[in-house]
């Protein structure tokens, strides 16, 4: 189970950065930032089965690509959001943690107006 795997470096890490923490802050917040890297880089690989399988049902569901690579850059823009603001606040700062989630949220609506357009587009259709 590669659960097990990802938990036992994760507390590895965990304590790592706990130790080092009284003495060198800085280098706690890098351990936690590297090790955040590498577990996702660790579970990276499992994306590519996903994005086969999405590729799949869009392709047989007769959609438009266009819809499918805008809720995939929606995705990767929610998760580089989190991902940034978790290590600001690992870092103790909040307020910069906010300003990353906020403009990730900013950036998602942007990307998905084509979208919700072209559910409004079909909306309008049905509607006499």
Do not use: W
């Not at 590669?2 to 790592?16: D, G, Y």
């Not at 959609?63 to 823009?77: D, E, H, M, P, R």
Request: aromatic residues 8%.
């Amino acid at each position: 189970m590669e659960i097990i795997q990802i938990v036992a470096f994760a507390l590895v890490a965990t304590f790592l950065a706990m130790v080092v923490r009284e003495t060198k802050p800085f280098y706690a917040m890098m351990i936690a930032a590297v090790a955040g890297v590498i577990i996702f880089l660790r579970v990276a690989v499992y994306l590519s089965s996903v994005l086969n399988l999405l590729m799949d049902m869009t392709l047989r569901a007769n959609i438009s690509l266009v819809y499918l690579n805008t809720l995939l850059k929606i995705l990767g823009i929610a998760y580089i959001a989190e991902f940034g603001s978790q290590i600001c606040r690992d870092a103790g700062e909040s307020v910069i943690a906010g300003k990353v989630e906020f403009a990730g949220k900013l950036l998602i609506l942007v990307m998905a107006m084509p979208l919700l357009v072209a559910v409004l587009e079909t909306i309008l259709k049905f509607v006499p």
